[in-house]
């Protein structure tokens, strides 16, 4: 046998004989059997494995524990009475007993463990391992804390330093814990200041009591603290594309960050300022709240693109008028400029942990927003924009979020958990926002729009989200998973923005920017994106061409306007097929409604003797809509899962298109959404 073929046969042997010793059979032994195959073509490799007896795990003991109660150190032991016994596990919980003294202070502390043969059981071999507590030392505390590695004058310097021990979680003082040590390089590396990041402890004397100091040593190697990056490209949306970036990663020499952004091209301006200090205000003992500060200003003429998505099929794919030579006309015929969209926006954010564990954030932020859209007169669906051509929003907003989505899969022997991970049921569980098998998400965002803070809009706006997961152990192991959303909102003081001279309907919805939206891949099925809720009809006038400039005419039809209100439900079962097939049958329930009384009954309307206002009100009203469907689910060695859905929606929406308008007796069509939908995505529905 060749030297290359009789190495790997023998590494491969001793793999299989560890991991059959690592499955409790300590005695195992592996054969490796050479043979010629009939045509003498191929050599033919067999491993005959002889299993042995089983070792169990027949007790569990720790010897030389004082300081830390036995209980508290059994917590963290893995291995159970009467399992196979597994070294590698027990060499896992040796290091996790160590792991509960170094949190604790106890940074000398040395564990061994060991075994005892005891009397077979039943045909199996019978262990007791026990967990020596060789030495646990004294109780470390932080004497002093000493940085080294800044540079500049000695003002700077100080500077520097007082920002490096406040952005760690160490103080003189303080147990000098390993958790802490870690956690403190972590905290550095994360501001992007330094290159490298090494924490040491030396001894500083005795403290009494059986403690001793240590100091720990802070040593840094400091990056350029300014950096400039530029760069360009062509789009075609955009032309050409310039770029031009400044940062600040030790803003003032106290680690905190700014940055100047600018994007600039023919049809596409934007300079955003930005600082962000994550250290602005201390709560509870080590924890801060960050403070975040944005200006933004956009100017933008490529808005046309967005419409493309808005408007059914029927249109041809035409969104604004144009001339033979392909500029922009109103409905007279006369040249106008490209619509553009001029967006201010300052924001104030900061944010509050209430616990790592699960999860749980609350945010604070103050937004202010003054949006222009300019030269709209071009455009099909003018009219549903008319209104909202200048808004300013001036609002607070809170928000909260609780995240304890886990994936858990079945733990194999000898699995220790790692350091996010913990033993559930006999399977393994790390938190997991994409594919959870367990657990619960919710969000809450709450926002209050006044005139008095200097808007032109007032409103309160609430959306929360929940979403929650149960994995059975029958039915193959099926994943139940739910979803509810709920948006409401609702208008203060309404003013006439259409300029009908009175309030109507259209009044008391907010503005668009800020109205609810569903449909698509990961709302409604049965919809096709952010087509469900009420409709506005467009009653196109003046000429038109499509893209090949052949004039041509357009029919009134109708546009999602989105509502002030929004329910979406979603249930569905992730059935696995295979290791990487799920079959997912779902229901989707709900809509987006005009207003908050439309969820549970629509509100009738009040006629005005205007046909196409009329119409206009009776398409704001929708019912709860109702989708079944089925949908698959492919893991790909991407990460993540190839998700098809199709959804069948059980009771389309009807909306009114007004038809013979320039006639004395004009009448109506009806327009129903069609029925079947197929959602393609590349992860789970939520």
Request: net charge positive; proline share 5%.
């Amino acid at each position: 046998m060749p030297l290359t073929i009789r190495v790997a046969t023998e590494q491969d042997q001793r793999t299989i004989k560890s991991m059959m010793r690592d499955l409790g059979y300590r005695h195992a032994d592996v054969n490796v059997l050479q043979g010629i195959s009939p045509t003498q073509d191929d050599l033919i490799i067999t491993f005959q494995v002889t299993e042995g007896a089983l070792t169990r795990v027949a007790d569990i003991q720790i010897q030389g524990a004082k300081t830390i109660p036995e209980d508290r150190l059994r917590q963290e032991i893995t291995i159970v009475k009467d399992a196979p016994y597994s070294p590698s596990q027990v060499r896992a919980d040796n290091d996790q007993l160590l792991n509960v003294y170094a949190r604790l202070g106890y940074i000398e502390a040395e564990a061994r463990p060991s075994i005892d043969e005891l009397s077979k059981k039943g045909g199996d071999e019978q262990v007791r391992v026990i967990f020596n507590i060789n030495k646990e030392g004294s109780k470390a505390i932080v004497n002093e804390i000493v940085v080294n590695g800044v540079t500049g004058s000695a003002g700077v310097q100080e500077s520097k330093r007082a920002a490096i021990r406040r952005a760690i979680p160490l103080s003189p003082g303080d147990l000098l814990r390993a958790d802490r040590i870690t956690e403190a390089e972590r905290a550095l590396y994360v501001t992007d200041a330094f290159r490298q990041v090494v924490i040491t402890q030396q001894p500083a004397g005795d403290a009494g009591n059986g403690v001793k100091r240590y100091d720990v040593i802070i040593d840094v190697e400091e990056k350029r603290p300014r950096v400039i990056e530029y760069g360009g490209g062509y789009s075609t949306d955009t032309g050409v594309l310039g770029l031009l970036e400044l940062t600040n990663v030790n803003f003032m020499n106290k680690l905190r960050q700014t940055a100047i952004r600018i994007r600039a091209s023919q049809r596409q301006q934007l300079v955003r300022f930005e600082f962000l200090d994550p250290r602005f205000f201390r709560y509870r003992t080590r924890q801060f709240a960050p403070l975040a500060l944005s200006a933004q200003y956009l100017r933008d003429s490529t808005i046309t693109r967005f419409f493309r998505s808005t408007i059914d099929r029927g249109t041809f794919g035409i969104v604004q008028r144009l001339d033979s030579k392909g500029n922009p006309i109103d409905e007279f015929g006369n040249r106008v400029s490209q619509p553009t969209i001029d967006r201010l926006t300052l924001r104030v954010e900061t944010q509050r942990v209430l616990s790592q564990k699960s999860h749980s954030i609350v945010f604070f932020n103050y937004n202010y927003e003054d949006v222009r859209l300019r030269n709209i007169e071009s455009l099909l669906i003018k009219d549903i924009l008319r209104q909202d051509a200048v808004v300013r929003l001036s609002r607070f907003g809170s928000s909260f979020v609780y995240d304890t989505r886990e994936r858990c899969e079945r733990r194999l022997p000898g699995t220790v958990p790692g350091e996010d991970e913990t033993i559930r049921g006999g399977e393994v569980c790390r938190y997991n926002q994409v594919d959870a098998t367990r657990g619960q998400f919710l969000s809450a965002d709450y926002s209050f729009a006044a005139k008095a803070l200097g808007g032109n809009t007032a409103f309160s706006r609430f959306l929360a989200t929940y979403h929650t997961y149960y994995k059975t152990n029958q039915l193959r192991k099926t994943i139940f998973a739910g979803n509810l959303t709920v948006g409401l909102a609702e208008t203060f003081s309404p003013r006439d923005r259409n300029g009908n001279g009175r309030l109507d309907d259209f009044d008391r919805l907010l503005p668009i920017s800020e109205r609810f939206f569903s449909g698509g891949s990961t709302t409604l099925r049965g919809f096709g994106y952010e087509e469900a809720g009420p409709r506005q009809v467009i009653v196109p006038v003046g000429t038109f061409r499509k893209p090949n400039k052949d004039l041509v005419g357009v029919n009134p039809f109708t546009v999602p306007i989105g509502g002030n209100a929004m329910v979406v439900m979603n249930l569905e079962a992730r059935v696995p097929v295979t290791v990487d097939v799920q079959v997912v049958p779902f229901y989707d329930g709900g809509n987006v409604f005009r207003s908050i009384k439309d969820i549970l009954h629509p509100q009738s309307i009040t006629p005005t003797g205007n046909f196409v206002e009329d119409l206009n009100a009776q398409n704001l009203r929708v019912r709860w809509s109702h989708t079944v469907g089925l949908g698959f689910r492919l893991k790909t060695p991407l990460g993540g899962a190839l998700a098809v859905d199709y959804g069948f929606l059980l009771n389309p929406s009807k909306f009114l298109i007004p038809q013979n308008l320039n006639t004395a007796n004009p009448t109506t069509a009806i327009y129903r959404l069609h029925q079947g939908q197929i959602q393609f995505r590349f992860t789970q529905t939520f």
